[in-house]
DNA sequence: CCTTGATCTAGACCCGACTCTAGCTTCTAG
DNA sequence: CTAGAAGCTAGAGTCGGGTCTAGATCAAGG
């Protein structure tokens, strides 16, 4: 039952420095436990706090947040409010990433079509190009009127 | 027509040091020009790549794939195919990056909804909270089964 | 008994992307 | 003529998020 940290590190997909160093930030709620020689024992609840710590810092929530999270989580009953409202702010942050994401790669996908067309037509060299100013002057205003569906 | 660094800075929405900075960087297309007295001097079409690049890093590019692709530009026409494929394949990681995004936002709303209601019924501290056993357990198999769209 | 491998600590190092500082020059307005 | 703003360079510092190292300890197997 009882975990070493090389097993958590296998399981979690975190590296053993990685999960001394989410302790030292103090990332785990309960004190990681020591067994009378000091080694780290971890359990399952701990793997699974783990997975969630990786879902959330690949949707980009920082370790900081995740720290004001436990935190919370640490002062026990009765901030249940201030609890939900760090996750709906990671939550409409997140949302408004997806949509920054989404805009970037309608333009990208526009200009690279129109490259595509350019190149087709042996005409290329006249997109994103620095280098040739009446192709970016040209360009640039093709990226201010993007695909009507953006 | 010429534009002075600080000029540039106000009109890109970078800094002073950044736009030094890219420049050592190489992310210009043709060498910045210097007036006698060795003051940059930049022109439209610079803040329109500029322009470009700070749409790219928002997408995530690092600034090493803007460099390669301005490498490429600077090697003039003929590599066309080389561009696009960079363009491509960093258009398919934005992609994943979205689908990324939106997976971790269906589970976190779901688990909002679900703490809210735990909240609302008075039974709260049963959410993503470690240092609760039993309510992690129960949450993580909900979170095994996240809401049917996801 | 000895090696191998996992662990421990403290602290150094890395990377990306800037940001800032020091010390100096140069332009502009009063 | 002079103060203050804006520029210049080289290089140091910052921040986030780890990663790695050195040197010590310990447990197990041959």
Redesign the interface.
Known sequence: MDLSIGEVAERSGLSVHALRFYEREGL???PVRRLSNGRRIYH???L??L??CT??R???MPLAMIRQ??EL??Q??GN??E??EL??R??TH??E??R???E??A???Y??RV??EH?ARGE??RL????H?DA??TD?HQ?CRPPQGA
């Open positions: 785990f709620a309960n399952e609840e701990d699974e706090w997975a969630i879902k959330l690949s949707s980009g999270y436990i989580v640490r026990g009953p249940e409010h609890r939900l996750l709906r990671h939550e997140v949302e990433r997806i920054e994401l989404q970037t790669l333009v990208m996908r200009k690279v490259y595509e190149v290329a060299d994103w190009n620095p280098s100013p970016a002057r640039s990226e």
